[in-house]
């Protein structure tokens, strides 16, 4: 549900997808930037990484909050926050138009200019190691035909040029209703794909090269 579009110093736009649901891609330079060599990087195919790269990757963190409400309007709490951002002269995160309200930013460090504009974040002079956190309503739960709940996101990626690198993705999803129960979540619990779950509160933690889609499913509770 946001879309970033950034500008590298020579001003030559990318897109950029984070998600609820989320593409992430990277600017500048490459090797210097992502610590790989072209013939290294992924092509795509979505592989999770045991053991974190020696430099810290970008971090894209959401927690929502899903209410009582929510299962009739699908409308959602959201707290997003980005971390280790890729240096770029402009950046803005868009979020898919009609489905976000209430957007504000609640801090950022290591960014020249920060504003909210209609359904998007506009950045401007991202240092290295950057980090903007923002607040929002989404409406991101959706009935599906079997008359369970769901949350379907992604594809998250951080692509630059033909390659995919690195990056890290954490979803908290807090229960604040006793109408929902955890079913299942897509894909299944591996190593670099962690699951935390209880009455209340499911989370993942992905570590991962290429395309990352999820989907989470509740049941209702009478």
């Known amino acids: 549900m946001a879309h970033v579009v ?5 001003k030559t736009a990318l897109l950029l997808l984070f998600l609820l649901p989320h593409l992430a891609a990277a600017a500048p330079s490459e090797e210097e930037l992502f610590f790989k060599s ?26 929502l909050t899903i209410h009582d409400a929510s ?19 402009s950046m ?7 489905r976000i309200r209430a957007l504000e930013i609640l801090n950022h460090h290591g960014i020249g200019k920060t504003w909210v504009l209609g ?20 409406r ?11 949350l379907a996101n992604g594809p998250y990626m ?11 993705v954490s979803v908290d999803v807090n229960l604040d209703t006793d109408r929902l129960g955890f079913l299942d979540i897509t894909p299944a619990p591996q190593p670099g794909f962690l699951i935390q779950q209880d009455a209340r ?3 993942f933690d992905a570590l991962f090269e290429g395309m990352l889609r999820t989907l989470i499913r509740f049941r209702p509770r009478p």
């Open 158 to 168: 951080r692509r630059f040029l033909d390659g995919f690198y690195p990056m890290r």
């Open 201 to 203: 509160h499911i989370r």
């Open 71 to 89: 299962l009739v309007d699908g409308w959602i709490r959201l707290e997003q926050c980005h971390s280790h951002l890729d240096p770029v002269a």
């Open 38 to 63: 072209v013939s290294e990087v992924s092509d795509g195919d979505l592989r999770f990484l045991e053991r974190a790269p020696e430099r810290p990757v970008h971090h894209h963190e959401n927690r």
């Open 92 to 98: 803005q995160i868009v979020y898919g138009e009609g």
């Open 140 to 150: 991101a739960l959706a009935r599906d035909e079997q008359g369970n709940y769901q």
């Open 6 to 10: 950034c500008c590298p110093p020579s």
């Open 119 to 138: 359904h998007t974040v506009q950045l401007e002079d991202v240092a290295p190691g950057a980090g903007l956190c923002i607040r929002a309503e989404t």
